[in-house]
């Protein structure tokens, strides 16, 4: 149960400003320890989520950092003393329009894509937010693997997205990197991996470029195995752990590939293979 729980929110974000620690938690038949251990899980949590929504990939907005730890702690069962619902009220506003919609429990549509999972996830998280000009409809599902598929549609409606590779930060490391093979243009994926004591987690995540002010974003999260035997000196993963990133890695790049076949990257590709270049 533990790790399931600790993955849960492992796709939404990674960065903390601090103030979320000045308020009060409390969960039956729990102690100071075990709010240490659950707090620096949706820390790690909400700021690598953070980090993927921002503007530009490369500063963490805070606001959305201390959204995304609460609702994390709120996952494991804590609550605040005071009025949650009153100190989200501010910065949470009711958009007008919907961005996404679910068509049924494994598809949802939005930004002229359909994206359909495996039907061996649920659906635990549908909803849509806004945090100033920004708007965020969030996907959330749970695998019987004890893997997690996190999807946000996102609109910025003051500012462009600059169109940079998916950013992997700390406690995670880059295994591989890429574009997506039918929207060259649009689709930039990452699959990465890291040790977060006593776990080993890998994902595959991506940005899918659908506008200049509207983007989707896929994060993938599995438990990685423990290595076997002895690790090798400056050898980060154990031979074991590489064949299954491995494996999860070119799974779920064929997955995006599936669903993300719209866009210029189509006529870009065709150029290419007529070897007139670009």
Not at 58 to 65: G, L, M, Q, T
Request: aromatic share 14%; hydrophobic share 40%.
């Amino acid at each position: 149960m533990k790790v399931n729980m600790q993955f849960f929110y492992l796709i939404v974000a990674l960065f903390l400003t601090g103030c979320t620690h000045t308020q009060v938690w409390e969960k039956a038949g729990s102690n100071q320890q075990s709010f240490n251990l659950d707090s620096r899980e949706c820390e790690l949590f909400a700021q690598q989520v953070a980090l993927q929504q921002s503007e530009t990939g490369k500063r963490a907005d805070p606001v959305f950092f201390n959204k995304v730890y609460t609702e994390c702690l709120g996952a494991k069962g804590w609550r605040i003393k005071t009025n949650a619902a009153e100190l989200d009220k501010e910065h949470v506003l009711e958009p007008v329009q919907q961005l996404a919609q679910s068509i049924n429990s494994n598809s949802v549509k939005g930004f002229g894509q359909t994206i359909t999972v495996p039907d061996s996830y649920r659906l635990v998280v549908n909803k849509q937010f806004q945090i100033g000009l920004t708007v965020i409809h969030q996907f959330f599902w749970k695998g019987e693997d004890s893997s997690f598929i996190n999807i946000l549609f996102q609109e910025n409606k003051a500012a462009p997205f600059e169109q940079i590779p998916y950013p992997v930060s700390e406690p995670y490391m880059l295994y591989t990197s890429g574009e997506g093979e039918k929207a060259l243009e649009r689709l930039q994926w990452a699959t990465f991996f890291g040790y977060i004591e006593p776990d080993w987690i890998m994902g595959t995540g991506a940005y899918y470029y659908a506008s200049k002010k509207q983007r989707i974003i896929v994060a993938i999260t599995k438990p990685l195995i423990q290595p076997t035997g002895e690790m090798v000196p400056n050898v980060t993963l154990s031979r074991d752990q590489f064949l299954e990133i491995e494996k999860f890695s070119d799974q779920w790049q064929i997955w995006l590939d599936q669903q993300f076949q719209q866009g210029p990257g189509r006529l870009k590709k065709f150029i290419k293979a007529l070897n007139f270049g670009v």
